[in-house]
T-cell receptor
Framework: GAVVSQHPSWVICKSGTSVKIECRSL??????MFWYRQFPKQSLMLMAT?????????EQGVEKDKFLINHASLTLSTLTVTSAHPEDSSFYIC???????????FGPGTRLTVL | GDSVTQMEGPVTLSEEAFLTINCTYT??????LFWYVQYPGEGLQLLLK?????DKGSNKGFEATYRKETTSFHLEKGSVQVSDSAVYFC???????????FGAGTRLTVKP
C-alpha cells in the first residue's frame, strides 16, 4: 500500500531553536498534504493544509509564522517549528492525499520534545 | 460544522470478548467515514472505511456499517485479541473536501 514517511521520528531540542520535520509520500504523488498535532491521550488536531506549489491554509488558532509549512514538490512537505518552546512539545503527524485516488495516508509521526 | 463523537474510553476487555465502539457524526451532505487505529508510539493506520450509506467497511475482523438514519458508524469485532490493544479513532471527511475530522479516540486494552 501507499507509504508516507516522516523524518525525524523523534527530536529533542533546546528552547528557542527551530526544528524541521519532513513528510514524504514514497510511492505516490500528493497534491495535498496535511499536518496534525496530537497531545498525549488526545485526538489529532488539524494544523494546516498544504497544496503543492502554493501557500498553506492554517486552521484557526495556529500561528503561521510559528509553524512554517512548505510543499515544494508532489512528494515532500516540511513543517518548521520556529523558536520552539516547551509548549510546542507534541506528536506531529502528517498525511498525504493520493493525487489519483483521493485516499489520505498518514505518516508514523514525529515526537518533538522542547527542553 | 462537521464533527464526530465517539465513545469515551478506556475500554478493557478479555481476549475473545465482543467489541463495540460507538461513533456518531454530524455533517451536512454525505461524508465518507473512517476508522483509524494507532498502536503505541506509532502513527495512524487506516482500519476500514465506508463512502456511502449502507456501505460496510471491514478489515482484520473489524467491521462498521454506515448508517445514515442514525448517523452512526459503530466499530465491532466479534472476538478481540491482545494484539488489538490500541487507540481507535473514528473520522469523517466531508464530501468533495480534503479535510478530515477526528473523534477523540477510544483506548482499547485487551487482557489475556
Amino acid at each position: 500500500g501507499a507509504v508516507v514517511s516522516q523524518h525525524p521520528s523523534w527530536v529533542i531540542c533546546k528552547s528557542g531553536t527551530s526544528v524541521k520535520i519532513e513528510c514524504r509520500s514514497l510511492d505516490f504523488q500528493a497534491t495535498t498534504m496535511f499536518w496534525y498535532r496530537q497531545f498525549p491521550k488526545q485526538s489529532l488536531m488539524l494544523m494546516a493544509t498544504s497544496n503543492e506549489g502554493s501557500k498553506a491554509t492554517y486552521e484557526q488558532g495556529v500561528e503561521k509564522d510559528k509553524f512554517l509549512i512548505n510543499h515544494a514538490s508532489l512528494t515532500l512537505s516540511t513543517l518548521t517549528v520556529t523558536s520552539a518552546h516547551p509548549e510546542d512539545s507534541s506528536f506531529y503527524i502528517c498525511s498525504a492525499r493520493d493525487r489519483s485516488y483521493g485516499t489520505q495516508y498518514f505518516g508514523p509521526g514525529t515526537r518533538l520534545t522542547v527542553l | 460544522g462537521d464533527s464526530v463523537t465517539q465513545m469515551e474510553g478506556p475500554v478493557t476487555l478479555s481476549e475473545e470478548a465482543f467489541l463495540t465502539i460507538n461513533c456518531t457524526y454530524t455533517a451536512t451532505g454525505y461524508p465518507s467515514l473512517f476508522w483509524y487505529v494507532q498502536y503505541p508510539g506509532e502513527g495512524l493506520q487506516l482500519l476500514l472505511k465506508a463512502t456511502k450509506a449502507d456501505d460496510k467497511g471491514s478489515n482484520k475482523g473489524f467491521e462498521a456499517t454506515y448508517r445514515k438514519e442514525t448517523t452512526s458508524f459503530h466499530l465491532e469485532k466479534g472476538s478481540v485479541q491482545v494484539s488489538d490493544s490500541a487507540v481507535y479513532f473514528c473520522a469523517l471527511s466531508p464530501h468533495n473536501n480534503n479535510d478530515m475530522r477526528f473523534g477523540a479516540g477510544t483506548r482499547l486494552t485487551v487482557k489475556p
